[in-house]
């Protein structure tokens, strides 16, 4: 399912063949949390900017549609018109940051929907059973994610609990797939390493999990309260104890820097809100950092976003033009500039991986980590 192309360091080239195509590694997965990118992209542009993996959300596609209901219209790859590869995550960190009055047991969370109110009950099995009916290519274990800081006591037993938890979703997901009624039969575990900021638990767990042989494996809970230095020291801690025949997935970061810094210690798999998120906001990624568009200065700027950008937007409208889109509120600046800063995330996987071919990713890292991150 994976392959190991080449290594740089710790950076890894490499391929994992997914029932709906291969995924070329290092990559970054275009966030569609409720079947769609918000900012008004559809299917055929993600397409266009070179998005590899689409991501959807268990909690939100259960609360509405319905998972039932894509189940019935042929699954999420039909329902939004995506061929490509899916990843479903779990749910579990949206519970534990949306959801009030939520109930933790061994059995599995009971909360209130943050749509409606409505009591929703959320187990392995459950979550297993909505991935399955969703159909995704990659489904996300179903774990407790703890917020920083928690007390060392509650963040052992939570991953132990979250152990029993992967055991009981990994056998529930063979159950479904094994079933001649199964949208994607070939769908794959990924397992989920917690122990917010302690080594030992990081550890301890990562070697846990590690032996049950699983598809794939993510570094949760980080990128939710602790510094960059705390996120990259707990990678390189839990990397050493990772199959290095499996991905590995970096959930919820971030940055460009972010994932230059973490594709440096070993990281396969990204993925992030903040494209599609700062591009609502004028915040937009180019080669040079990150500008404002909603800047007086670019009130006459005729040029493109980012002249080294080939991306739809770039290609076609001014920066003048898209500033006047975002102060006037029209839906068609968010979209542009959405669909910019999603290029640029592919666009720099792509260049991540070419320089790793030729076995220049040390200085491309030493050329654009702290760049991306500077504001024009």
């Not at 979550?127 to 703890?146: H, K, R, T, W």
């Not at 509650?154 to 009624?181: F, P």
């Not at 070993?266 to 599609?276: K, N, Q, S």
């Amino acid at each position: 399912m994976f392959r190991l192309i080449k290594q740089e360091g710790r950076a890894r080239l490499g391929e994992m063949t997914t029932p709906h195509g291969v995924i070329k590694t290092p990559v970054f997965m275009n966030v569609g949390t409720q079947a769609a990118i918000k900012g008004a992209l559809s299917s055929e542009d993600l397409e266009r900017i070179g998005c590899q993996v689409e991501l959807s959300n268990t909690y939100h596609l259960h609360v509405r549609p319905g998972d039932e209901l894509i189940r019935e219209l042929g699954g999420l790859h039909k329902f939004m018109a995506w061929n490509g590869p899916i990843l479903t995550d779990s749910g579990g960190f949206q519970i534990f940051s949306l959801a009030d009055l939520r109930q933790i047991t061994e059995e599995g969370v009971e909360f209130s929907s943050h749509v409606d109110g409505r009591r929703i009950f959320m187990s392995p099995e459950v979550s297993m059973q909505i991935q399955s009916n969703l159909g995704s290519d990659i489904a996300m274990a179903f774990d407790e994610c703890v917020k920083i800081p928690s007390p060392y006591e509650y963040v052992e037993a939570s991953c132990a609990r979250t152990y029993r938890w992967l055991i009981r979703c990994r056998d529930k997901l063979n159950e479904l797939s094994s079933r001649e009624d199964a949208v994607n039969p070939g769908q794959m575990l990924f397992g989920i390493n917690q122990g917010a900021v302690f080594p030992d638990l990081r550890v301890r767990h990562m070697k846990q999990i590690a032996e049950l042989d699983l598809p794939g494996y993510a570094i949760g809970g980080l990128a939710v309260g602790e510094t960059h230095e705390e996120m990259y020291e707990i990678i390189e801690i839990v990397e050493e104890h990772m199959p290095k025949d499996k991905p590995r997935y970096l959930m919820g970061v971030g940055t460009p820097t972010n994932i230059i810094e973490g594709v440096w210690r070993g990281v396969d798999f990204f993925d992030c809100v903040m494209p599609a998120r700062n591009g609502r906001h004028g915040h937009l990624f180019t080669w040079s950092g990150v500008l404002n568009i909603n800047n007086e200065r670019y009130r006459y700027d005729a040029r493109p976003i980012d002249e080294q950008c080939a991306c739809p937007t770039c290609a076609r409208y001014s920066r003048a033009y898209l500033r006047h889109l975002m102060k006037a509120g029209e839906l068609l600046g968010l979209r542009l500039a959405v669909l910019h800063n999603l290029y640029f995330y592919n666009d720099l996987m792509a260049k991540i991986r070419e320089s790793l071919e030729k076995g220049e990713f040390s200085a491309f890292r030493s050329r654009y980590s702290e760049l991306l991150a500077q504001r024009i």
